[in-house]
C-alpha cells in the first residue's frame, strides 16, 4: 500500500512541476493538471493513513503525514487562490513543494527501514 503511495505522490509531483514551472513565469496555470494534481495527492495520503492505522504509527510515519497535511493545507490555499483568478504567491508555490518533497522522503525513508 505505501508504495502505492510513493508512486501517486511521484507522478502527483511531476504535475505539480508542470504548475510550478506556470507559476514562476507567471503563465497561468494548466487547470487539467490543476485537477489531477490535487485528487492524486490525496489519494496517496489517503493511503498513508490507513496504512498508519492499521499498521501503527511510527515516529518516521507520524512524521511524513504531517508534512504531508501540511502541504496539502498549502496546496489547497493555492487552489483557492488559483480559482479566483488571484496572483500566486511564489514563497507559498514554492514553500508547498518543498514540504511535500521532505515528506515523500520521510516516508520512503520508512519504507526502507
Known sequence: MLISAIVLFI??????LIILTAILKN???????VFIHGPLAAIA???VIINMVMQGASSLLITSVVLFI?????????????MRN???????AMLHPLLAVAGLIVLIIYVLQ
Not at 507522478?11 to 505539480?16: D, M, N, P, V
Request: cysteine-free.
Open 86 to 92: 488571484k496572483p500566486i504567491p511564489k514563497l507559498l
Open 11 to 16: 507522478i502527483a509531483a511531476i504535475f505539480g
Open 45 to 47: 495520503l489517503i493511503l
Open 27 to 33: 503563465k497561468p496555470t494548466p487547470k487539467p493538471i
Open 70 to 82: 501540511l502541504a496539502a493545507l498549502g496546496g489547497l490555499t493555492l487552489f483557492t487562490i488559483d
